[in-house]
């Protein structure tokens, strides 16, 4: 049943694609230890999907998966939902991740990116914040102390793996994939495509929290370097969960007791539309 009663908590993980084949938090962290699960709760846009809380380094953290869509429930509405809950938490710190297509050349399939950019190009998402009354200015969008956290995290977890510390992420409605044309045309803008990063990206903003996230590179997108196949596809996201688990535990672990150290919160600012 939903409950109005939110946990407090400073620390929030958003799962996404790149860690669907792995339990979270379970055995991924030493420091990881499961307190509640399937924790629906009553906000202004209806339900929440299921939360599960857990500790780490000590610290309550809550863990949503959000990647994906509830059946009758459009992705922008599911985010609110997410981010009303995480507002009431008080929660000051995200982390994401995901799976993603290539548009750069440079970048292959098993490549890490935490981009510090990106371009939405949804359609169908949020178009008002669950805080209101806010200017957000998205100067800086991604939040430079969690993406260091997540780079210490990936170099020290997966030191053989191509690590790319800046990117521009394309976001695109989905669920389906892009056409070659449509690729070709992101590419002049991005260097990753998915459907996850926005809104999240700037609903964190209007909480008053950081976000930041690493992204797994799971296939190229239609016409850059070489066709993608489904099983390829499958393989990598069941073969790198649990990798990618750990790098973002790993990485909010550090954050669980780090002052801000970045300027986010600054970047919002009181709405000058009355």
């Keep these: 049943m939903p409950t109005a009663v939110v946990p407090a908590a400073r620390l ?51 863990h949503v998966r959000l990647h994906g869509w509830r059946p009758g429930v459009p992705r922008g509405l599911a ?38 950019d990106f371009v939405d190009l949804t359609t169908d998402r949020a178009v008002e914040g669950v805080v209101g009354g806010r200017l ?20 020290r977890l997966a030191p053989d793996r191509r690590l790319f510390t800046r990117g521009v992420y394309v976001v695109t409605e989905g669920p389906r994939f892009e056409s070659p044309a449509e690729v070709r045309h992101l590419q002049a803008g991005g260097d990753v495509v998915g459907q996850s990063f926005s809104p999240e990206v700037w609903l964190a903003r209007d909480i008053g929290a950081c976000y930041a996230g690493i992204y797994l590179i799971v296939n190229y997108g239609e016409g850059v370097v070489a066709d993608w196949s489904h099983d390829e596809l499958k393989r990598r996201f069941t073969d790198d969960a649990r990798l990618m688990g750990r790098i973002v535990l790993d990485a ?9 150290g970045c300027r986010c919160r600054e970047l919002r600012k009181p709405t000058l539309l009355g």
């Design 79 to 116: 985010s609110r939902q997410v981010f009303s809950v995480l507002y009431r938490a008080g929660v000051r710190r995200i982390l994401s991740e995901a799976g993603v297509g290539s548009l750069n050349h440079l970048l292959d399939p098993g490549d890490l990116v935490i981009c510090d």
């Design 12 to 62: 929030a993980v958003i799962g996404g694609s790149a860690t669907q084949g792995a339990p979270f938090p379970d055995d991924l962290h030493p420091d990881a230890a499961p307190l509640d699960d399937d924790l629906v709760f009553e906000t202004p846009y209806g339900d929440s999907p299921p939360f599960r809380l857990f500790t780490l380094a000590g610290e309550p953290v809550l």
């Design 252 to 260: 909010a672990a550090s954050l669980s007791h780090e002052q801000a």
């Design 136 to 155: 957000l200015i998205m100067r800086e969008p991604v939040c430079p102390v969690g993406r260091a956290a997540l780079s210490r995290a990936a170099r």
